[in-house]
């Protein structure tokens, strides 16, 4: 697996997903027991890696919405401390999936 080179040491996958839509791209969003990646590889001889990490501690705010009326679509937003993420996109129970996993991982405010 190519994503191993972008793990941590002893960095385990807790959640993997279909292919999604962020940024004008499409990856497969990981969860970890420490961050959420998205990666995407692209090319057949020359390969190229496009990953995008944020840290678990950082997410904030989690906002699932769906859009569309005949063929919908999931849409999952992400704040963390310092930005607003690219919103996330594809089928709903993909982004239902994502946001319902998530949801073990971030901080709540007490």
């Known amino acids: 697996m190519v994503l191993e080179d972008f793990l941590l ?8 997903s ?3 839509k962020t940024l004008n791209d499409h990856f497969i969003f990981y969860i970890t027991d420490q961050r959420i990646l998205l990666h995407k590889r692209r090319g057949v001889v020359l390969k190229k890696d ?8 950082n997410i904030r705010t989690l906002y699932y919405d ?3 009326l ?3 679509k999931g849409v999952l937003r992400i704040e963390t401390l310092s930005k607003k993420m690219e919103p996330i996109e594809g089928k709903v129970q993909d982004i239902k999936a994502i946001w319902q996993e998530l949801q073990k991982y971030i901080k709540r405010e007490e």
């Open 66 to 68: 769906e859009k569309g």
């Open 70 to 72: 005949m063929k919908k």
């Open 50 to 57: 496009r990953v995008i990490s944020e840290r678990l501690d």
């Open 18 to 20: 279909r292919k999604i």
């Open 9 to 16: 040491p002893k960095e385990i996958i807790r959640f993997q």
